[in-house]
């Protein structure tokens, strides 16, 4: 049953038989957590069993049309436990209080070539045309005709090779026309992605189909805003990684991690990621857990494409993208530092007491409607102890929330992020804030960091408030030293934060290039979301490294 084989692949997966990644293994503790919950009163979705079989009913109708070892198989045979997994999944969540409605309203699925992805969105779209509303509406958008028409061909081969299905489905000539489903009178068709040609459809589900070749998101957004009236939609995201710096899918792959790391929360949103982590590009762990479907005549394929790769540089990135599923951006820059690795400073000796503590305040003063960030360090005992905080707009705290998709709300009441102002930062508000640490925690601050850009008001205000500021330029040359520190600190333990979830999303988004001198800094515009938080941190870190180096205040190790 499709039930029984997606909880033998989560056994699998982490009983260590399924040699995967920590995503999919995180996913697969949840299957197995709300499977316990869904019988709990207040558990808002069930499994249906009822769905299950009614798909596994489907799918003994249809046929292979192409694959090795299985032509001639009806898919209920042939189906490889992940993609029960992942059908279980998206069509069996159900709403208890209503039955028909989806639990998951997006669905991501990361997976290399020669894993069936096209066969998975054939197959997605054969069901709901079976089995959604009648007159529903279903398109894969691609960047260009010819990816659209494998979607397309991909349905009517698996139509044409299931007698059951024949009949019922009318499939066109052309790469552009619609495949129509004679019971339901529902159709699908192919499309490219053109957000303005798309804007006048009103898909019940679509796919994006090798959508890490999208540089933006007009095409998906304008496809979502046509199911604004759809009584149950779904969107799905199916594909493989590009050597792309402007990839949406960089940003997708983000929020999605910070999802399983437990920075955010999206009941909604189901995802399968398959790739080989960075330490295991070359060797067959990698391959393993980046290509899910067991076949060894695939991974035969695969490790000859990995020998050619090793002995000519110019196939390098072709195998490692199409093959181990990794994003090679040319430009993107590096992760600054691993979250795991952040968490093992989190209170490193207990709660951190600041009173009568020397201070240095790092600022990052960006434009008014966007974040600002105050940070404050400190070093004792051959420990630096950091606490951050950020501000945004009033007015635009649901706008952000949206956009960033980051939970402000959820920080405001926490206390580690400020609302002020309206629509724009009111640096008064941050301006006393600053003057209110001192009575506050008790600390004795030394010097105020600032960049000039956005802060040469508020600087000389704190000037006249009696505090000591000193210009940091964010450059390169001045934020390589204490950005190499900050790095060394948080990888020998030597560095301590409160655990502030906002400060671990800013650790998470930065991201690292170099100069051409290789001095390192964090570069804003290649980050997956805000760092202000971070940035102000290194502003105030430079402060307290002046002093460490050529000071007499503080005297430490490193």
Request: proline share 2%; net charge negative; hydrophobic share 35%.
């Amino acid at each position: 049953m499709l039930y029984e084989n997606a909880l033998r692949y989560t056994q699998d997966v982490l009983n260590g038989k399924e040699l995967t990644t920590k995503e999919v293994r995180i996913q697969c503790e949840w299957f197995l957590r709300d499977m316990q919950r869904e019988k709990d009163n207040d558990y808002p979705w069930y499994f249906d069993r009822e769905i299950s079989v009614k798909i596994e009913n489907l799918l003994k109708l249809m046929n292979f049309a192409t694959g090795i070892g299985t032509i001639g198989k009806s898919i209920y045979e042939g189906l490889a436990d992940f993609q029960s997994f992942f059908l279980a999944n998206v069509f069996c969540w159900r709403y208890k209080e209503t039955k028909e409605k989806y639990r998951y309203r997006e669905v991501v699925l990361f997976i290399p070539r020669k894993n069936s992805k096209t066969f998975i969105c054939a197959l997605i779209l054969i069901i709901l045309m079976l089995t959604e509303d009648d007159y529903s509406e279903f398109y894969s958008i691609c960047l260009d005709r010819d990816l659209a028409a494998e979607v397309k061909k991909a349905i009517s081969q698996i139509i044409s090779a299931s007698p059951a299905l024949q009949k019922h489905f009318k499939i066109p000539r052309t790469l552009s026309g619609r495949v129509e489903c004679l019971l339901t009178h529902s159709f699908y068709q192919p499309r490219t992605s053109q957000a303005n040609s798309n804007n006048a459809i009103r898909p019940s589900a679509f796919i994006a189909d090798e959508c890490g070749a999208f540089k933006d998101n007009d095409n998906i957004a304008a496809m979502k805003s046509g199911q604004l009236s759809v009584r149950n939609p779904l969107m799905f995201k199916l594909t493989t990684a590009y050597a792309e710096d402007k990839s949406i899918m960089l940003e997708e792959l983000d929020y999605i991690r910070k999802i399983y790391n437990g920075l955010e929360v999206d009941d909604r949103l189901f995802a399968l990621l398959y790739y080989a982590p960075e330490e295991h590009l070359w060797d067959d762990t990698g391959l393993m857990m980046a290509n899910p479907l067991r076949i060894e005549e695939n991974y035969y394929e695969i490790r000859e494409s990995r020998k050619k790769a090793l002995a000519k540089p110019g196939e390098r990135t072709e195998f490692l993208t199409k093959h181990m599923n990794f994003f090679m951006p040319s430009s993107a820059g590096e992760e600054f530092i691993s979250l795991a690795k952040l968490r093992k400073c989190r209170n490193q000796r207990g709660i951190f007491d600041w009173y009568g503590k020397d201070v240095y305040l790092g600022l990052d003063l960006a434009l008014t409607n966007d974040n600002t960030s105050v940070a404050m360090v400190t070093v004792e005992d051959d420990i630096i102890y950091a606490k951050a905080w950020g501000f945004i707009p009033r007015d635009r705290i649901a706008e952000k929330n949206q956009i960033e998709r980051t939970d402000y709300n959820r920080f405001i009441q926490e206390g580690d992020c400020f609302a002020c102002g309206e629509e724009v930062i009111s640096y008064a508000y941050v301006e006393r804030f600053i003057c209110e640490l001192e009575e506050k925690y008790g600390v004795n601050i030394i010097r105020i960091g600032y960049d000039r850009y956005n802060c040469v008001s508020t600087a000389g205000k704190l000037e006249e408030a009696g505090y000591e500021t000193v210009e940091v330029k964010q450059h390169s040359s001045v934020l390589h030293a204490p950005t190499k520190l900050l790095q060394e600190s948080i990888l020998e333990q030597k560095f301590s934060y409160d655990g502030s979830v906002l400060y671990e999303i800013n650790f998470q988004n930065a991201r690292c290039t170099e100069d051409t001198n290789l001095n390192k800094y964090v570069n804003k515009k290649k980050s997956n979301g805000k760092v202000d938080m971070l940035v102000s941190t290194i502003i105030a870190i430079y402060l307290l490294q002046q002093d460490m180096l050529f000071g007499d205040d503080f005297v430490i190790q490193t």
